[in-house]
């Protein structure tokens, strides 16, 4: 079992949807958490990081649950640049690890 | 500010060859990743540096892998031989200092083992 676990997907919405995706992790040890986003055949750039009271920025909300051991990451209004895969990653003792990833594709 | 860069982009070689990817971070960032990215998954720790010092390399292979950092700046993965399963994206990141999370990546060097 992945330290990081995350649906694969894809998800396939239409301009203007909202969605969400979760992610959990496994070891409780885990410190902070963060969203990346990395386009198709582009390096993973850093999305919003995850804090305890949930946070938002723009469009997109973020909401940690550390007794069920999860993160989610909310967007709404979604934009067709909005497509990419999305990274769950958790930071444990400074190690950063990556889930798997969650592809998002906005349709028209 | 430059970013995180990588060299070569690309690079293809017959297996049991030798292959080196260099990167330099961006300047004044402590903290020195070496990822490996495969089609469909996230990005895999190799190892960690801070300053000049590998602090994690437990996932990576030693049998073929290496790595170095010399004075704390710019870094090389060498892999001898290649085998054909090390056919992956290699990536290059850099944190300002270890534990922020704000991983800045380089473009990559993807490789391919023929």
């Known amino acids: 079992r992945k330290e990081v676990e995350q649906d694969p997907g894809p998800f396939n919405v239409p301009e203007g949807a909202t969605v969400a995706f979760n992610c959990t992790y496994s070891?409780?040890?885990?410190?902070?958490f963060f969203w990346y986003r990395q386009d198709c055949r582009k390096e993973p750039k850093l999305l919003m990081s995850?804090?305890?009271s949930g946070n938002e920025d723009g469009r997109f909300t973020a909401q940690l649950n550390r007794a069920s051991q999860y993160i989610s990451l909310l967007i709404r209004d979604s934009k067709l640049s909005d497509s990419a895969t999305y990274l769950c990653?958790?930071?444990?003792?400074?190690?950063?690890?990556f889930g798997s990833g969650t592809r998002l594709s906005i349709r028209p | 500010e430059a970013g995180v860069v990588q060299s070569p982009r690309y690079k293809i070689i017959e297996k049991k060859q030798p292959v080196a990817f260099w990167c330099n971070p961006i300047?004044?960032?402590?903290?020195l990743y070496w990822y490996l990215q495969n089609l469909g998954q996230g990005p895999e720790l190799l190892i960690r540096?801070?300053?000049?010092?590998?602090?994690?390399d437990s996932q990576l292979p030693k049998d073929r892998f290496s790595a170095e950092r010399l004075k704390g700046v710019d870094s090389t993965l060498k892999i001898q031989p290649a085998e054909l399963g090390d056919s992956a994206v290699y990536l290059c990141?850099?944190?300002?200092?270890?534990?922020?999370?704000?991983?800045?990546f380089g473009e990559g060097s993807r490789l391919t083992v023929l």
């Open positions: 990653v958790v930071n444990r003792a400074s190690k950063i690890i």
């Open positions: 070891n409780s040890a885990s410190q902070s």
């Open positions: 995850v804090y305890s």
């Open positions: 300047s004044g960032h402590n903290t």
């Open positions: 540096y801070e300053n000049e010092e590998a602090v994690d």
């Open positions: 990141a850099s944190e300002r200092q270890t534990g922020t999370g704000e991983l800045f």
